[in-house]
Structures are given as structure tokens and as C-alpha cells.
């Protein structure tokens, strides 16, 4: 059984630029969360999708955006890219409210 | 606003001796799940806690729950240095049927030989 697919891997891009980040989830999971991991703020949840609807939102800028499509691959972007946004940014995939989310290895993304 | 800690943010200890994590959270919930995490990697998914009074054991890691003091511990028995990682808990207090964890800090254990 596959596990949660993101992609790319790494990315660096400049400050200003937007980026899209990936994320295919486990085959027949329609739930799909976004979290970012920084060394000084740990892990922060950026928002969730369920049937393509965004069910749950932390507490970013309007920069952070999500989308998820009907096959339940998700998709995050950031626009206008600030240092403070290089992360690793975490997908994670659940069946249900009372099972546990699986997480893909992540994007890498550095900001210059 | 929930917050969740996790002590000790740091822990070396030895191999073969016996350890244990506290999670804290702060709002009340029934779903608390500890990850494993090894340096440069995504989150491993150890246990799933949903009831008060629940224990669940792996090998030489125990996870239990107490919802009414909104806590939760990871006992480490006879470590291995295999156990070496970053140990996050999370926490899920969504009313509705979303997913939404609030992470601990984490506790970065290293065990030595």
C-alpha cells in the first residue's frame, strides 16, 4: 500500500516568488492536513481538506493557500515567499476522525 | 487556545534504563497520538489514544492516557539506542469530524551505549 506522496522533495526559491507543494495522500484517505515544522516554532497546522472542502485552518497569512482536487490529491502554494517561510512542509493523510494521520516525508523548502 | 507540552524537552539516558515523557494539554480532548520522528524525517505514527484510561504497548514504548488530568506519558522500558529520536505528542480537540493536531515541542532522546 503507498504511503503519502509529496513532491518535490527540496526546493529553494527567492524571497518574493510563490511555490506549490504537492501531496497525494494514501489511496482512499479524503482527509488531508498541512503542517509546517520550523526549529523555533516546532509543528504548526496550516489547514486541512476533506471532498475538496477546506475543513480546518490554523493561524497563517492569507499567503499560505490550499486546494484539494477530487481525487484527493492536495495542493498548498505561498506567495510571496518570506525568509521566515523556509520549513519543512508536512502532509499527512487519515481515513477518519478516530484513526491517525500518516505523514509524507515532507518538502524541504529554503527561501534566499 | 490549546496548548500542549511536552517534559523533558531534552533527555540522555543510558542504555537499559527506564524512562518516562509527560504530555500536558490544556482543553479537553479524546484523541492523543505520539510520533516518532529520526533526524531529517517525517513523522512515524506510534500509538492512538481515544479514551481515558487508555495504555497501549509497543515493544519497549507504553503510552497511556488520563483525560481528566489531561495527560499523557510515553514509558520507555530497558532503552536501546536504536530508540534515539525525537518523540512528539499531538492532540486533537476539532468538535467537528476534521483532523487537527496540535503538536508538543517534542523530546529529543538520545540513549547511549
Known amino acids: 500500500k503507498a504511503g503519502v506522496t509529496q513532491t518535490p522533495r527540496y526546493l529553494i526559491k527567492t524571497r518574493g516568488q510563490q511555490v506549490t507543494l504537492s501531496c497525494s495522500p494514501i489511496?482512499?484517505?479524503?482527509?488531508v492536513s498541512w503542517y509546517q515544522q520550523t526549529p523555533g516554532q516546532g509543528l504548526q497546522f496550516l489547514f486541512e481538506?476533506?471532498?475538496?472542502?477546506?475543513?480546518n485552518k490554523g493561524n497563517f497569512p492569507g499567503r499560505f493557500s490550499g486546494r484539494q482536487f477530487s481525487n484527493s490529491r492536495s495542493e498548498m502554494n505561498v506567495s510571496t515567499l518570506e525568509l521566515g517561510d523556509s520549513a519543512l512542509y508536512l502532509c499527512?493523510?487519515?481515513?477518519?476522525?478516530?484513526?491517525?494521520?500518516?505523514f509524507g516525508q515532507g518538502t524541504r523548502l529554503t527561501v534566499v | 487556545e490549546l496548548k500542549v507540552e511536552q517534559n523533558p524537552l531534552f533527555l540522555s539516558m543510558q542504555e537499559g534504563k527506564n524512562y518516562t515523557i509527560y504530555c500536558n494539554y490544556s482543553?479537553?480532548?479524546?484523541?492523543l497520538y505520539w510520533y516518532r520522528q529520526d533526524p531529517g524525517k517525517s513523522l512515524e505514527s506510534l500509538f492512538v489514544?481515544?479514551?481515558?484510561?487508555a495504555v497501549k504497548q509497543e515493544g519497549r514504548l507504553m503510552a497511556s492516557l488520563d483525560t481528566k488530568a489531561r495527560l499523557s506519558t510515553l514509558h520507555i522500558t530497558a532503552a536501546v539506542h536504536d530508540l534515539s529520536a525525537t518523540y512528539f505528542c499531538?492532540?486533537?480537540?476539532?468538535?467537528?469530524?476534521?483532523?487537527?493536531?496540535?503538536f508538543g515541542g517534542g523530546t529529543r532522546l538520545m540513549v547511549k551505549p
Open positions: 499527512a493523510s487519515s481515513a477518519g476522525r478516530t484513526t491517525e494521520a500518516f
Open positions: 489511496s482512499g484517505h479524503r482527509s
Open positions: 481538506y476533506f471532498s475538496e472542502t477546506q475543513r
Open positions: 482543553t479537553t480532548s479524546d484523541r
Open positions: 489514544l481515544l479514551s481515558n484510561g
Open positions: 499531538a492532540v486533537d480537540n476539532t468538535n467537528n469530524a476534521g483532523n487537527m493536531l496540535t
